[in-house]
């Protein structure tokens, strides 16, 4: 095999083969199962040792177009797992475009269309959701790297609080940061803490109830004792069981009264500030000192894509601030020195043009629309004898079990939910699975793709009941 530069009139052919198996695929996510055939076979099929002779581009596409049939319809309107969006038109054009242009968003010099547009996009971000224009933000690959923006600025903040710069001289000398949360703090926000030398340990878990939202007047006693030492605050918009909100308003009263660092993980929930009949859910945001989202959920653009807001950006800088010879800012955006990343994709082309194509009313038009949608999952729930509805549908998520009547053995639920959990994946119409919210085994199908409609969501309960009648 040659040179790939002796094959690259290979290159616009790729580029039509892709085109044609992407628009193949993207026309089965109406009504195509959900779940894909099994992509163990496929990876056998076509693993074994590298080949010392390849067979080009074109070869190794079809190849690839051949696997196909074992991918999720991740992006369609019944995938209800994972809270996922989808890609909306004008996103994934520009996430095509940002591959074909290939910029690295790190710098200026680097890419000036890339952070340029990183800082509309971010700009435009804080509009959506009503935070104050002068807070820093940035793109990332996702929730657990916006949470690690988020929370690295915090322990800047709590080591210049001690007299130490924790970026130059670590934690030499430091106390624990105490770090107060509830039952809602998410594996990303642990992760995040772990990665930053925090510890996971260090979370105190004030829970008020089963649910597990965060204990106010617990989090008042603890703020109390530590007598004017900073700590931490993990609040949640959005829990990934339930839906439901930490009272985060109620949480920044105490945050600017005993002088804490309050950081708002609002993976989905952050996307209620831009809907009218929701925001109130979500009242209080704009008073933290750190909030983070994704979006590869409710913006709908392809994975990754995340985003980190902080109130001070001197925390922000000074957590990522690197150095080199050839590194130059040029008093522009200097991205890679505003995160953890130095090679950056240009996931701006992405956010920008999908809010660009849809503005602030699509955006809350779509928002509204699932959030009636979520509603319409719930009535059915409970109109059903042998269901119940675990929680209040706040959001988009819908917490539920099946209960039938007379049956009231906790283990026997578990288990009947469970196999008919196993048996929504196979079945593959659509697609969510089980987890455990107050000590119930349940589902909780979220409502965020860009696609999804009465349609989509009516077959939820429909498969439940059926498939519950087959395998009790």
């Known amino acids: 095999m040659p040179d790939p530069l002796d094959l690259r009139s290979e290159h616009e052919p790729a580029l039509e083969l892709a085109l044609a198996e992407a628009k193949a695929f993207l026309a089965t996510l109406d009504d195509g199962l959900v779940r894909g055939r099994d992509a163990d076979e496929v990876a056998d099929a076509i693993g074994g040792s590298l080949p010392d002779d390849g067979d080009g581009a074109l070869e190794a596409l079809r190849e690839l177009s051949a696997m196909r049939g074992a991918a999720t319809l991740s992006p369609g309107p019944r995938f209800f797992h994972f809270v996922t969006g989808g890609a909306t038109p004008a996103a994934l054009g520009a996430d095509w475009l940002a591959s074909a242009l290939d910029q690295n968003a790190f710098v200026w010099t680097s890419s000036p269309l890339g952070t340029r547009l990183e800082a509309v996009a971010t700009n435009w971000l804080k509009e959506l959701f009503r935070l104050p224009a002068e807070w820093s933000g940035i793109l990332t690959t996702g929730a657990t790297m916006a949470n690690f923006v988020g929370l690295a600025a915090a322990r800047r903040w709590y080591g210049e609080r001690h007299g130490v710069d924790v970026e130059a001289d670590g934690y030499a000398g430091l106390?624990?940061?105490?770090?107060?949360?509830?039952?809602?703090?998410?594996?990303?926000?642990?992760?995040?803490?772990?990665?930053?030398?925090?510890?996971?340990?260090?979370?105190?878990?004030?829970?008020?109830?089963?649910?597990?939202?965060?204990?106010?007047?617990?989090?008042?006693?603890?703020?109390?004792?530590?007598?004017?030492?900073?700590?931490?605050?993990?609040?949640?918009?959005?829990?990934?069981?339930?839906?439901?909100?930490?009272?985060?308003?109620?949480?920044?009263?105490?945050?600017?009264?005993?002088?804490?660092?309050?950081?708002?993980?609002?993976?989905?929930?952050?996307?209620?500030?831009?809907?009218?009949?929701?925001?109130?859910?979500?009242?209080?945001?704009?008073?933290?000192?750190?909030?983070?989202?994704?979006?590869?959920?409710?913006?709908?653009?392809?994975?990754?894509?995340?985003?980190?807001?902080?109130?001070?950006?001197?925390?922000?800088?000074?957590?990522?601030?690197?150095?080199?010879?050839?590194?130059?800012?040029?008093?522009?955006?200097?991205?890679?020195?505003?995160?953890?990343?130095?090679?950056?994709?240009?996931?701006?082309?992405?956010?920008?043009?999908?809010?660009?194509?849809?503005?602030?009313?699509?955006?809350?038009?779509?928002?509204?629309?699932?959030?009636?949608?979520?509603?319409?999952?719930?009535?059915?729930?409970?109109?059903?004898?042998?269901?119940q509805l675990l929680a209040p549908v706040k959001l988009n998520v819908v917490c539920f079990r099946l209960h039938p009547p007379g049956l009231d053995d906790e283990v026997a639920l578990d288990e009947l939910n469970r196999r008919v959990g196993a048996a929504v994946i196979e079945d593959g119409r659509v697609y969510f699975g089980t987890t455990v919210y107050r000590g119930h085994v349940c589902f909780r199908p979220a409502i965020v793709n860009w696609l999804t409609t009465e349609r989509d969501v009516d077959l939820i309960v429909e498969t439940v009941r059926e498939l519950a009648a087959v395998t009790a």
């Open 175 to 387: 106390p624990p940061i105490p770090v107060f949360g509830g039952g809602y703090v998410h594996a990303s926000a642990e992760k995040a803490l772990a990665m930053l030398g925090v510890g996971t340990a260090r979370i105190r878990r004030l829970e008020a109830d089963e649910a597990g939202r965060l204990d106010i007047d617990a989090l008042q006693e603890e703020l109390e004792r530590l007598d004017g030492r900073p700590a931490i605050l993990l609040a949640t918009a959005g829990e990934v069981n339930a839906g439901d909100f930490d009272a985060i308003e109620r949480i920044a009263e105490l945050a600017e009264r005993f002088g804490a660092w309050l950081h708002v993980d609002g993976a989905f929930g952050l996307f209620a500030r831009a809907s009218e009949s929701a925001a109130g859910l979500a009242a209080g945001i704009e008073r933290a000192d750190s909030v983070i989202a994704d979006g590869h959920k409710w913006l709908n653009v392809p994975y990754e894509c995340g985003f980190a807001f902080v109130r001070e950006p001197s925390y922000q800088a000074g957590a990522f601030t690197a150095g080199a010879p050839y590194l130059t800012t040029e008093d522009r955006p200097a991205w890679g020195f505003l995160g953890p990343e130095m090679s950056r994709r240009a996931r701006s082309f992405a956010t920008w043009a999908t809010l660009r194509a849809y503005g602030r009313n699509g955006y809350r038009a779509m928002i509204e629309r699932h959030l009636a949608l979520a509603q319409r999952v719930g009535e059915q729930v409970e109109a059903a004898s042998e269901l």
